[in-house]
């Protein structure tokens, strides 16, 4: 993590994890929780805790293969729950339940048709 100060970046944090980070987004968490999703090249939608970044929050498997994108609504205003999109390699789009329902699979809102020929 790094932060802009007087117009130079500082680093803040540094951890290192056994798998890649493809995507990652703030969005479909408040701005107190300071929660960062992210998609890993092993199909893994994750929520981190910046504050104890060594355990997801959150954790579950989302896609056969890398989750390519990752998008969030919600969570901001107080009112609305948070909720993540992503994106797979697999060719489907899912949206994942809030986080704190502990539900551990997204609901499939679009596949890819496969091409036969």
């Known amino acids: 993590m790094c932060k802009l100060s007087g117009g130079k970046v500082e680093t803040q944090l540094k951890v ?21 999703a992210t998609g890993s090249f092993k199909g893994t939608l994750d929520v981190w805790d910046l504050e104890r970044m060594d355990t997801p929050t959150y954790s579950a498997r989302q896609h056969d293969g890398i989750v390519n ?3 969030g609504v919600g969570g901001r205003d107080g009112i609305s729950a948070p ?3 992503t994106g797979g390699r697999d060719g489907s789009l899912l949206r994942n339940p809030s ?19």
């Open 69 to 71: 994108c990752i998008d």
């Open 16 to 36: 290192e994890k056994p798998e890649g980070f493809k995507c990652g987004t703030f969005k479909g968490s408040s701005l107190e929780e300071r929660r960062f």
């Open 83 to 85: 909720e993540l999109v």
């Open 99 to 117: 986080p704190s329902s502990r539900s551990t699979s997204g609901q499939c809102v679009a596949k890819q048709a496969k091409h036969i020929g």
